[in-house]
């Protein structure tokens, strides 16, 4: 069955990085895209980008352009989230997403989720 | 941006009613919109998407409708499990964007 795994809770200084990994089994990892998703404490939901884990191009958010760096590992079939320049407006909950539609019907990808991993919480503070 | 509105914010109602959460685009996305339910404390769930088509393993009791700008989510008949925030997103165009959610509570 699908799964997608999401490394642990991270705290982190003002200004740090964290990465955070998402772990795929259950099916083959390059057919299909992965989003990142982050909710803050009470707050909605923001997509952070999209990654294409055949060829590791991304898109990402403007709001995120130039601090997340989104990568890939296709032997582990991981994918990676690094947000950079962290503040306490970073402090949230940030989930990786499969793509709904396998990139072999879906050029570009559907854009809509299907499986999400379990979340991970990064906390910054001094 | 496209902004997403979802009215009501929050509804309560019992188990066995009908509930009918509806989903706003600032502009016309086609029929390019998802629907997700999330518990407290738990990743999102996807439900349906092209605003019609459930996610495999979604019960029936669920449905969407809608094209263009205005979309909605039914619950036929509410079950203890179905209390949980749901909210819309659209993949018209990037950047994804979201419904800020409906609570749906227990009256």
């Known amino acids: 069955q699908v799964q997608v795994v999401q490394s642990g809770a991270e705290v982190k200084t003002p200004g740090a990085s964290v990465k955070v990994s998402c772990k795929a089994s259950?099916?083959?990892?390059?057919?299909?895209?992965m989003h990142w998703v982050r909710q803050a404490p009470g707050q909605g939901l923001a997509w952070m980008g999209i990654?294409?884990?055949?060829?590791?191009?991304?898109t990402y958010a403007q709001k995120f352009q130039g601090r997340v760096t989104m990568t890939r590992d296709t032997s582990t079939s991981t994918v990676y989230m690094e947000l950079s320049s962290l503040t306490s407006e970073d402090t949230a909950v940030y989930y990786c997403?499969?793509?709904?539609?396998?990139?072999?019907?879906?050029?570009?990808?559907?854009?809509?989720?299907?499986?999400w991993g379990q979340g991970t919480l990064v906390t910054v503070s001094s | 941006d496209i902004q997403m509105t979802q009215s009501p914010s929050s509804l309560s109602a019992s188990v066995g009613d009908r509930v009918t959460i509806t989903c706003r685009a600032s502009?016309?996305?086609?029929?390019?919109l998802a629907w997700f339910q999330q518990k407290p404390g738990k990743a999102p769930k996807s439900l349906i998407y092209?605003?019609?088509s459930l996610q495999s393993g979604v019960p029936s009791k669920f449905s969407g409708s809608g094209s263009g700008t205005d979309f909605t989510l039914t619950i036929s008949s509410l079950q203890p499990e179905d209390f949980a925030t749901y909210y819309c997103?659209?993949?018209?165009?990037?950047?994804?964007?979201f419904g800020g959610g409906t609570k749906v509570e227990i009256k």
């Open positions: 997403a499969r793509d709904g539609c396998s990139s072999t019907i879906c050029q570009g990808g559907g854009n809509y989720f299907g499986y």
């Open positions: 259950g099916y083959t990892f390059t057919n299909y895209y």
């Open positions: 990654i294409n884990p055949s060829g590791g191009s991304a």
């Open positions: 502009q016309g996305i086609s029929n390019y």
């Open positions: 092209a605003a019609s």
């Open positions: 997103q659209q993949y018209y165009s990037y950047p994804l964007t």
